[in-house]
């Protein structure tokens, strides 16, 4: 007996896979992508959209001040010069005293201009003459230092003795006389050059030895003239004549 060959069986649900269009699977992905990007975005440090909404503001609090506008400095002002010192009235005549004025403080210089002078030779001590010098001024005034002698045109100086010299500058009060004394010549006829001399200027000093005192006097000497040598020595001022005549 002939027999057919069996049908083939329907196949299974299960077994049958319905394919998906592929056009599906694209907007899938794409879908998935872009919910992915949003995620991300959303999770950025606020400057960005969270949650959907709109762009964060940032807060005030934590954003940086802005700094502030810094005034111009104004140009440094360069400090004043110091006013150069001013010497007070008179201070300068006591540093460098004028030919008239004392260094001691308002005392003025003895001198040609404030004095009468005289000269007068002596008997003892031998070869001897006395200067004296009185004040005529109105103020006291000082006899510094000793006496400069030059008799005609004498070109030294008498030395002074330095063994007279006083423990203080002699002041002289208004009417009141100094006094200096000259050795002539040496009594043992030792010097030399002996002349005699017809004309007697005697200078004056002023605060430091040798600087100018003021003006000068010339004293009359007896007619027939003064000798002297080599010897000749003169003594500081003095406060009597016998100071001087005995120093």
Not at 39 to 60: E, H, I, N, S
Not at 107 to 133: D, F
Not at 184 to 194: F, I, P, T, V
Not at 222 to 243: I, K, R
């Amino acid at each position: 007996m002939y027999t057919f060959p069996s049908a083939p069986s329907a196949p299974s649900a299960s077994s049958v896979r319905t394919p998906r269009p592929r056009t599906f699977r694209r907007v899938a992905g794409a879908a998935a992508a872009a919910l992915a990007a949003l995620v991300l975005t959303a999770c950025q440090d606020g400057t960005g959209f969270k949650d959907g909404g709109a762009a964060a503001t940032p807060d005030p609090a934590s954003a940086p001040a802005s700094a502030a506008p810094t005034a111009p400095t104004a140009p440094a002002t360069p400090a004043a010069s110091a006013a150069p010192a001013t010497s007070a009235p008179g201070s300068a005549a006591k540093n460098s005293a004028g030919p008239a004025r004392s260094a001691e403080g308002g005392r003025v210089l003895c001198n040609g201009s404030n004095t009468a002078v005289t000269v007068q030779p002596v008997s003892r001590p031998l070869n001897h003459m006395l200067i004296t010098v009185k004040n005529t001024g109105s103020k006291t005034c000082d006899l510094t230092y000793y006496p400069l002698l030059r008799f005609d045109e004498m070109q030294w100086a008498p030395a002074a003795r330095e063994e007279t010299k006083p423990q203080a500058v002699v002041s002289l009060a208004p009417g009141r006389s100094g006094y200096a004394a000259a050795l002539l010549s040496a009594a043992d006829g030792s010097g030399e050059g002996g002349t005699t001399g017809h004309r007697l200027t005697i200078a004056f000093q002023g605060p430091t030895p040798r600087s100018d005192g003021g003006a000068s006097a010339t004293p009359s000497l007896p007619a027939a003239g003064v000798h002297y040598d080599s010897a000749l020595t003169v003594t500081y001022w003095q406060q009597t004549g016998e100071d001087a005549l005995g120093s």
